[in-house]
């Protein structure tokens, strides 16, 4: 039956509706398993019914128009008890329901299994037979699989489904979930991106005129350099250099030593140039596809969109036209120069059906303030012109929403903009609690590094310089010489204030396209600290770049990321003191003076929380890494979708683990700051100030709501209210608690984007 359950859900996938999908799926369980009546009800929450989405044996007619309250039926005791329900004779049973218009007075035998996706009912999946008897455990068995395989299938035609309904005129609109790329708020109408020539399309042909082919190609890419050329000029005032290095990557690509040389090749062995196009590009996204680190398979979409950019000049084909008015970009995968291609002020949100939060898209929208819902479940054709909601928040996308949704949102996105013009007022002012406590405002940096933005003249400094980012935005390790030059930059960006430097921090969910780790499971394997410290060739060249840096400006601090144990710490303070003595001995001879770094450790590690006193003899500060940090406190992947939602910063546990290390930075005279994204979550702030950090470090965008926040409360009254929480048992009321203070501080309006 294991081949034939395969078939069913393959069959099902395939289908383009839900009301296809049902269809699907009641004629081939009900043929497969020699039954005579196969139905799907599916639920409705908002209204507390299950409604017969689908059937083979009961009447056609009943389809869409019969419901079965939760509390009622054999099929509302199968939902509400969570559990298959196997009855020889179900109209025998008390909670039995008699509906004259499904037409099954001629059934006795009944087997229901709920179909449940991520701890909620969505349906009940149902088999009946006229001859009353108990079904065997092969075929309850057979029943709970299909039901348990077909939980997420069923999740995504739900998506599929709210396009179009055969039953009724009007349906009641709901949220289609996505992963939340970059935060914001956007309502305009859809603007569909398709290809009117896809990669697939072409069909691979040789030529004999081998010389034009190259002509041809080489005059490709000319137009495609020049073209990538223009929109990182025209991004060149909005975005920091991080960002815009992203068109490098595009650039180098395009050039005889990558995609560009390997296509001539092809093109010589005697293919056609747009044939020759297609086969490299096949043979790349297939490799990077096939890659489990997240960062790299997204490095498929940059090579398509490469390839794709090359087949349009090589055809011809002109880009299409925008509408005149603001939009929401869609597309079955939005690309970093698609999005570049729309002017700013026009573009005011992204829908990608494919790609996460690590695509090349999601950041250029991070960077540039544009909401992006990123990894949709939706038939993108369907929606042109149509108008959108998009909550970059908590990743929901409304489409043609019903005018209390859209009046709801409106005055969302009045209310925010409103806060951020009131924010952007108090920026100059100092971050003082209304009780007089002073908290530094650090940010985080990287590909987002805003070396170039107003605002971080009002940031106390740089709390954590992510120096993987440039790693993984060139083809080959840096140079001592390339680093140190970048380093310099960041480090003259904030003379005077301290600028933490973390040493490169890759395994895990970040990787370097040109040193790929395969591991079962990378978030526990060779990452961080472990990896540098066995390659200390890395680490020292590191080390002595950001020193080098530092002459003159003596603004460095360096951070050692993923620190579990002891002997880690006294092995890079030894490659440390190596650096340090070599480069402070060249800058000796040269007149110059170098003073030594601070040095300091991640918190990110539960084992880490153990070994705090040794710790603190041997480092100057401590920097808690909360993301990480719950991850492992939790053991949840975040980037699952299947445990997503058990990721919670503010559980009870993670909570007790932030005041036991607060607890022990006092005892032991440790400056201790955070830099996960708590920091910048404005129940987050609240709490951690209740606890007694005063060292905040977030996103660029961040530092404008969490000071407005800052200036109106007392910490005096959020440590009655931290009291209070260390008696809740859930995350969930933690937040409820807080939220309720910053409502009675007429912050209300700011709880909704730190979610």
Same mark, same amino acid.
């Given at each position: 039956?294991?081949?034939?359950?395969?078939?069913?859900?393959?069959?099902?996938?395939?289908?383009?509706?839900?009301?296809?999908?049902?269809?699907?799926?009641?004629?081939?369980?009900?043929?497969?398993?020699?039954?005579?009546?196969?139905?799907?009800?599916?639920?409705?929450?908002?209204?507390?019914?299950?409604?017969?989405?689908?059937? @083979?044996?009961?009447?056609?007619?009943?389809?869409?128009?019969?419901?079965?309250?939760?509390?009622?039926?054999?099929?509302?005791?199968?939902?509400? *008890?969570?559990? %298959?329900?196997?009855?020889?004779?179900?109209?025998?049973?008390?909670?039995?329901? &008699?509906?004259?218009?499904?037409?099954?007075?001629?059934?006795? #035998?009944?087997?229901?299994?709920?179909?449940?996706?991520?701890?909620?009912?969505?349906?009940?999946?149902?088999?009946?037979?006229?001859?009353?008897?108990?079904?065997?455990?092969?075929?309850?068995?057979?029943?709970?699989?299909?039901?348990?395989?077909?939980?997420?299938?069923?999740?995504?035609?739900?998506?599929?489904? =709210?396009?179009?309904?055969?039953?009724?005129?009007?349906?009641?609109?709901?949220?289609?979930?996505? $992963?939340?790329?970059?935060? /914001?708020?956007?309502?305009?109408? #859809?603007?569909?991106?398709?290809?009117?020539?896809?990669?697939? =399309?072409?069909?691979?042909?040789?030529?004999? @005129?081998?010389?034009?082919?190259?002509?041809?190609?080489?005059?490709?890419?000319?137009?495609?350099?020049?073209?990538?050329?223009?929109? +990182?000029?025209?991004?060149?005032?909005?975005?920091?250099?991080?960002?815009?290095?992203?068109?490098?990557?595009?650039?180098?690509?395009?050039?005889?030593?990558?995609?560009?040389?390997?296509?001539?090749?092809?093109?010589?062995?005697?293919?056609?140039?747009?044939?020759?196009?297609?086969?490299?590009?096949?043979?790349?996204?297939?490799?990077?596809?096939?890659?489990?680190?997240?960062?790299?398979?997204?490095?498929?979409?940059?090579?398509?969109?490469?390839?794709?950019?090359?087949?349009?000049?090589?055809?011809?084909?002109? !880009?299409?036209?925008?509408?005149?008015?603001?939009?929401?970009?869609?597309?079955?995968?939005?690309?970093?120069? =698609?999005?570049?291609?729309?002017?700013?002020?026009?573009?005011?949100?992204?829908?990608?059906?494919?790609?996460?939060?690590?695509?090349?898209?999601?950041?250029?929208?991070? +960077?540039?303030?544009?909401?992006?819902?990123?990894?949709?479940?939706?038939?993108?054709?369907?929606?042109?012109?149509?108008?959108?909601?998009?909550?970059?928040?908590?990743?929901?996308?409304?489409?043609?929403?019903?005018?209390?949704?859209?009046?709801?949102?409106?005055?969302?996105?009045?209310?925010?903009?409103?806060?951020?013009?009131?924010?952007?007022?108090?920026?100059?002012?100092?971050?003082?609690?209304?009780?007089?406590?002073?908290?530094?405002?650090?940010?985080?940096?990287?590909?987002?590094?805003?070396?170039?933005? +107003?605002?971080?003249?009002?940031?106390?400094?740089?709390?954590?310089?992510?120096?993987?980012?440039?790693?993984?935005?060139?083809?080959?390790?840096?140079?001592?010489?390339?680093?140190?030059?970048?380093?310099? /930059?960041?480090?003259?960006?904030?003379? +005077?204030?301290?600028?933490?430097?973390?040493?490169?921090?890759?395994?895990?969910? *970040?990787?370097?396209?040109?040193?790929?780790?395969?591991?079962?499971?990378?978030?526990?394997?060779?990452?961080?600290?472990?990896?540098?410290?066995?390659?200390?060739?890395?680490?020292?060249?590191?080390? *002595?770049?950001?020193?080098? #840096?530092?002459?003159?400006?003596?603004?460095?601090?360096?951070?050692? !990321?993923?620190?579990? /144990?002891?002997?880690?710490?006294?092995?890079?303070?030894?490659?440390?003191?190596?650096?340090?003595?070599? $480069?402070?001995?060249?800058?000796?001879?040269?007149?110059?003076?170098?003073? *030594?770094?601070?040095?300091?450790?991640?918190?990110?590690?539960?084992?880490?929380?153990?070994?705090?006193?040794?710790?603190?003899?041997?480092?100057?500060?401590?920097?808690?890494?909360?993301?990480?940090?719950?991850? &492992?406190?939790?053991?949840?992947?975040?980037?699952?979708?299947?445990?997503?939602?058990?990721?919670?910063?503010?559980? %009870?546990?993670?909570?007790?683990?932030?005041?036991?290390?607060?607890?022990?930075?006092?005892?032991?005279?440790?400056?201790?700051?955070?830099?996960?994204?708590?920091?910048?979550? !404005?129940?987050?702030?609240?709490?951690?100030?209740?606890? /007694?950090?005063?060292?905040?470090?977030?996103?660029?965008?961040?530092?404008?709501?969490?000071?407005?926040?800052?200036?109106?409360?007392?910490?005096?009254?959020?440590?009655?209210?931290?009291?209070?929480?260390?008696?809740?048992?859930?995350?969930?009321?933690?937040? #409820?608690?807080?939220?309720?203070?910053?409502?009675?501080?007429?912050?209300?309006?700011?709880?909704?984007?730190?979610?």
């Amino acid at each position: 039956m294991l081949t034939q359950l395969r078939e069913i859900v393959e069959h099902v996938n395939l289908a383009d509706s839900l009301e296809a999908a049902m269809g699907v799926l009641v004629s081939e369980i009900r043929q497969v398993m020699a039954v005579d009546c196969c139905s799907v009800y599916l639920a409705h929450d908002s209204l507390s019914h299950f409604t017969l989405a689908a059937t @083979d044996g009961l009447a056609a007619s009943a389809v869409g128009n019969t419901r079965i309250e939760f509390s009622e039926g054999v099929v509302g005791l199968v939902g509400q *008890k969570e559990e %298959p329900l196997n009855l020889a004779d179900a109209q025998a049973h008390p909670r039995f329901k &008699y509906l004259p218009e499904v037409q099954e007075d001629d059934f006795r #035998a009944f087997l229901g299994a709920p179909i449940i996706h991520q701890r909620k009912v969505l349906g009940v999946l149902v088999v009946q037979q006229r001859r009353a008897r108990e079904y065997d455990i092969n075929e309850e068995s057979f029943i709970v699989t299909l039901a348990a395989q077909l939980a997420n299938v069923i999740a995504h035609s739900h998506a599929k489904g =709210m396009f179009s309904s055969p039953n009724t005129q009007k349906k009641t609109i709901r949220s289609i979930k996505g $992963i939340a790329g970059s935060p /914001g708020i956007a309502i305009a109408k #859809a603007q569909v991106i398709t290809p009117q020539v896809t990669l697939e =399309m072409i069909e691979i042909e040789s030529s004999q @005129d081998i010389d034009g082919e190259l002509v041809r190609f080489t005059s490709a890419v000319q137009q495609s350099i020049e073209e990538i050329k223009a929109i +990182a000029f025209r991004l060149k005032e909005q975005l920091p250099k991080e960002a815009l290095a992203i068109f490098d990557v595009y650039q180098h690509m395009l050039a005889d030593v990558s995609l560009s040389g390997e296509i001539k090749a092809e093109i010589r062995a005697g293919l056609k140039a747009t044939s020759a196009v297609k086969q490299v590009a096949v043979r790349y996204i297939q490799q990077f596809k096939a890659m489990s680190d997240p960062y790299l398979r997204e490095r498929a979409t940059d090579t398509k969109d490469v390839c794709q950019r090359l087949i349009n000049h090589l055809i011809g084909l002109e !880009p299409a036209a925008l509408i005149a008015n603001e939009l929401i970009l869609v597309a079955d995968e939005v690309t970093a120069t =698609m999005l570049a291609n729309v002017p700013k002020e026009k573009l005011k949100g992204i829908v990608s059906v494919k790609g996460s939060a690590n695509s090349h898209a999601a950041i250029l929208a991070r +960077a540039l303030g544009i909401p992006a819902l990123m990894g949709m479940s939706l038939p993108i054709e369907k929606l042109s012109h149509s108008l959108l909601i998009l909550d970059g928040y908590s990743g929901e996308l409304y489409v043609s929403p019903e005018q209390a949704v859209q009046n709801e949102y409106e005055g969302l996105l009045a209310e925010e903009k409103q806060l951020d013009s009131i924010m952007l007022d108090c920026l100059e002012a100092p971050a003082v609690t209304r009780d007089g406590i002073k908290i530094e405002m650090l940010l985080n940096a990287g590909l987002s590094a805003d070396t170039e933005i +107003a605002i971080n003249e009002f940031a106390d400094g740089v709390g954590l310089y992510r120096t993987e980012v440039p790693f993984m935005l060139t083809e080959s390790f840096p140079t001592e010489q390339e680093q140190t030059e970048r380093y310099r /930059g960041i480090l003259q960006t904030y003379a +005077a204030k301290p600028v933490t430097m973390r040493t490169l921090d890759v395994g895990g969910d *970040k990787q370097l396209p040109y040193f790929p780790i395969i591991e079962e499971n990378p978030f526990l394997g060779w990452r961080g600290i472990r990896l540098t410290l066995d390659h200390p060739e890395i680490f020292l060249v590191q080390i *002595k770049a950001m020193l080098r #840096a530092s002459i003159g400006l003596n603004n460095l601090q360096i951070m050692l !990321p993923m620190i579990s /144990g002891v002997t880690e710490v006294d092995d890079s303070i030894r490659l440390i003191n190596q650096a340090w003595n070599e $480069i402070s001995e060249q800058a000796a001879a040269q007149g110059e003076n170098l003073r *030594k770094p601070k040095l300091g450790v991640m918190l990110e590690v539960p084992s880490a929380l153990y070994i705090l006193p040794q710790l603190a003899k041997r480092v100057d500060f401590w920097s808690v890494g909360s993301n990480d940090l719950t991850q &492992y406190l939790l053991a949840v992947d975040r980037n699952n979708p299947r445990v997503a939602d058990i990721f919670d910063s503010f559980h %009870p546990a993670v909570l007790q683990a932030l005041q036991h290390i607060i607890a022990q930075a006092k005892q032991h005279k440790v400056s201790v700051s955070l830099c996960g994204e708590l920091a910048g979550d !404005p129940l987050g702030a609240v709490i951690l100030m209740a606890m /007694g950090y005063t060292k905040l470090s977030m996103n660029t965008y961040n530092i404008a709501r969490i000071k407005f926040v800052i200036r109106h409360v007392s910490v005096k009254e959020l440590q009655a209210l931290l009291g209070q929480a260390y008696e809740l048992d859930s995350g969930k009321a933690v937040r #409820a608690l807080f939220a309720q203070y910053l409502e009675a501080q007429g912050l209300g309006g700011l709880v909704r984007a730190g979610r």
